[in-house]
C-alpha cells in the first residue's frame, strides 16, 4: 500500500489534479479583484510564463489555459498504457497534502528556527483574500516555472553532455541559484541581502529535492503551505 502511495502521489497527472483546483481558485480571485481595473497583480512566474508563451493580448487568457490543458493531454495520451486503469485516490491526496504540510513545517524550521514557534511578535495581514492570492501564485506557479520546467530543462541539457549524478546536482544548484535571484527582480523585488539571498538557495534546494522524490503536487503544496504559515509568524 505504501509503494501505491508513493507511485501515485509522484505521478505526474496526480500532480495536475491537485494543483488545478488551486490555479482555478488563483484565476478566480484575480478576475475577482483585478477585473477592469489599471492595476493587476500576478505573481511573476505566471507574468513569464505569459511573456514567453504568448504574445496575442486579447486571446492570451484563453490560449495560456488551453495550452497547459492541452500539455496534460498530451503527457496522457504519451502514456496512455500507464494511466489505462488508472483510478483517483482521495484518500491518497490526503495523505499527500499532510505530506506537504509537515514538509512545509520541516522547510519552515530548517530556515528559521524552532524559535520562530515562540516569537511573541506575529504578522497580521487585513486582506486574507489578498494573502491567500499571493500564497497561491508563490506555491503554484514558482513551482511549475522553476523546478518543472526550469529544473527539468537543465536536467535535460546537462544529461546530455555529461553523467547522470552530475546532471541532477548542477541542475539543483542552478535552478536554486535562479530561484533565489528571482525573488530581487520585478516591480514588487525584495531588497537583497546575502542573508534572505542564501536562505532563499536553500529553500531551493529544498523544494528541488521534494520535487525530485514525491513529484511536483507536493512540492507545490510545500511551497503553498509555507508561505500561509509565514503569514501567521514571523516573516523572513
Not at 483510478?87 to 509537515?102: D, G, L, R
Not at 516555472?145 to 542552478?174: C, D, E, G
Not at 542564501?198 to 507536493?218: D, E, K, Q
Given at each position: 500500500?505504501?509503494?501505491?502511495?508513493?507511485?501515485?502521489?509522484?505521478?505526474?497527472?496526480?500532480?495536475?489534479?491537485?494543483?488545478?483546483?488551486?490555479?482555478?481558485?488563483?484565476?478566480?480571485?484575480?478576475?475577482?479583484?483585478f477585473?477592469?481595473?489599471?492595476?493587476?497583480?500576478?505573481?511573476?512566474?505566471?507574468?513569464?510564463?505569459?511573456?514567453?508563451?504568448?504574445?496575442?493580448?486579447?486571446?492570451?487568457?484563453?490560449?495560456?489555459?488551453?495550452?497547459?490543458?492541452?500539455?496534460?493531454?498530451?503527457?496522457?495520451?504519451?502514456?496512455?498504457?500507464?494511466?489505462?486503469?488508472?483510478?483517483?485516490?482521495?484518500?491518497?491526496?490526503?495523505?499527500?497534502?499532510?505530506?506537504?504540510?509537515?514538509?512545509?513545517?520541516?522547510?519552515?524550521?530548517l530556515?528559521?528556527?524552532?524559535?520562530?514557534?515562540?516569537?511573541?511578535?506575529?504578522?497580521?495581514y487585513?486582506?486574507?483574500?489578498?494573502?491567500?492570492?499571493?500564497?497561491?501564485?508563490?506555491?503554484?506557479?514558482?513551482?511549475?516555472?522553476?523546478?518543472?520546467?526550469?529544473?527539468?530543462?537543465?536536467?535535460?541539457?546537462?544529461?546530455?553532455?555529461?553523467?547522470?549524478?552530475p546532471?541532477?546536482?548542477?541542475?539543483?544548484?542552478v535552478?536554486?541559484?535562479?530561484?533565489?535571484?528571482?525573488?530581487?527582480?520585478?516591480?514588487?523585488?525584495?531588497?537583497?541581502?546575502?542573508?534572505?539571498?542564501?536562505?532563499?538557495?536553500?529553500?531551493?534546494?529544498f523544494?528541488?529535492?521534494?520535487?525530485?522524490?514525491?513529484?511536483?503536487?507536493?512540492?507545490?503544496?510545500?511551497?503553498?503551505?509555507?508561505?500561509?504559515?509565514?503569514?501567521?509568524?514571523?516573516v523572513?
Amino acid at each position: 500500500m505504501i509503494k501505491k502511495y508513493f507511485s501515485y502521489s509522484k505521478d505526474l497527472f496526480t500532480s495536475f489534479t491537485l494543483i488545478l483546483p488551486l490555479l482555478i481558485v488563483y484565476e478566480i480571485i484575480f478576475t475577482l479583484i483585478f477585473s477592469n481595473k489599471n492595476l493587476q497583480i500576478r505573481n511573476s512566474a505566471d507574468l513569464l510564463f505569459r511573456e514567453i508563451i504568448f504574445f496575442l493580448k486579447d486571446q492570451s487568457q484563453f490560449l495560456y489555459i488551453l495550452f497547459l490543458v492541452l500539455l496534460v493531454i498530451v503527457y496522457v495520451l504519451l502514456n496512455k498504457k500507464k494511466y489505462t486503469n488508472y483510478s483517483f485516490n482521495i484518500n491518497y491526496n490526503v495523505f499527500m497534502i499532510i505530506e506537504a504540510i509537515i514538509a512545509a513545517l520541516i522547510l519552515l524550521i530548517l530556515l528559521n528556527g524552532i524559535n520562530i514557534f515562540y516569537n511573541e511578535y506575529h504578522i497580521i495581514y487585513d486582506n486574507f483574500i489578498m494573502n491567500f492570492y499571493f500564497c497561491l501564485g508563490a506555491g503554484v506557479w514558482e513551482e511549475i516555472f522553476f523546478r518543472f520546467f526550469v529544473f527539468n530543462l537543465l536536467f535535460y541539457i546537462i544529461l546530455y553532455f555529461t553523467k547522470h549524478k552530475p546532471a541532477y546536482f548542477i541542475s539543483i544548484l542552478v535552478s536554486s541559484l535562479l530561484f533565489s535571484l528571482f525573488h530581487y527582480i520585478g516591480n514588487l523585488a525584495y531588497d537583497f541581502t546575502i542573508y534572505s539571498f542564501v536562505i532563499r538557495f536553500v529553500a531551493g534546494i529544498f523544494l528541488c529535492l521534494i520535487y525530485i522524490y514525491r513529484g511536483l503536487g507536493i512540492t507545490c503544496l510545500t511551497h503553498y503551505f509555507y508561505d500561509v504559515f509565514l503569514l501567521s509568524l514571523t516573516v523572513i
